[in-house]
């Protein structure tokens, strides 16, 4: 743990001093491939950084912040788009607004924010997740995909939050959610454009949906181009979630991960224009059995292709174990200085 602290430390001030050459010398030049190819080198380190950890949780992290989430707006600040434009007011804004998966609440008063008792549940829920792997060979597997899904979910919640007291602390600015409660959506677009994960459809929007859609629709109809436009994004989604996975696993994609988000890729696609050609104003299924029927395509389609790969090289047992190990040793420190 000492060895993966130093190098999440230096990782970190590598990343900073990168990132601040990005707000002081390549904002001077013009956007376009000229501005590209000076953030080249900083996104070449940010796709090796993850490299450096043997931890899920540090190797996790850094791969989802800096070689996706960074590198992303990255390219799109390069062309004056994404959420780096327009420029933040101040260096510090700039980097958290380029490491983290956040961007400032435009309308905090009309914001629903949940009350707070309802993240302490989910904590303490995660808590006693962590418990359950030890009673593993006494589930079934349906109940070993929902622990699975659940652990998933609520580990990405307890992070998200972790990083808006940080940036708060730090800016003093509060930050709009980075989901919606997606156990609530009653479609596929509702999970995947409102409720799930927001800031990543907020950047694959302008880096993918939007430029192929423009480059379709000069020879396409338009709700031939919506398709592809829509069809792209999610494939680039599994490009890079299997990107993720190999980070964690070390292992050879095997494809389950990008054909799991090209099958709901298609399947939101086909659910949009169901919507719009045929029910729209004649028939509403009921909002409780359109969100089982949601939530249940995306919990069964995860345990089909999502989760195998992710399973068969014990990284979620090995995330658990971490959780309870780190639980420990920040109990050790804090005693160690009491």
Known sequence: MEQELKNFIKVWVSAIISISYCYYLSTRIKPGVLRLLSLLPVCVLFLVAPLFFSTIHFCGSIAFFLTWLANFKLILFAFDQGPLFPLPTNISRFICFTCFPIKSQQNPKSQNQLPKWVFAIKLAIFAMLLHVYDYKQHLSPMVLLVVYSLHIYLELEVLFMLVK????????????????????STSLQDFWGRRWNLM??????????????????RKMSSDLSLFCGMFATFLVSGAVHELLFYYVTLEVPTGEVTWFFVLHGVCTAVEVAVKKRTFVGRWRM?????????????VVTGGWLFLPPLIRSGMIERLANEALFSVDFFKRMFFAFV
Not at 168 to 182: K, V
């Open 200 to 217: 990543v459809p907020a950047i694959l929007r302008p880096a993918v949906f939007v430029p192929v859609r423009r480059i379709t629709e």
């Open 165 to 184: 007291v940080l940036v708060f602390i730090t800016l003093g600015c509060d930050l709009e959610p980075q989901s919606n409660e997606p156990y609530l």
């Open 286 to 298: 009921s909002p409780m059995v359109s969100r089982l029927l949601t939530v249940g395509f995306v």
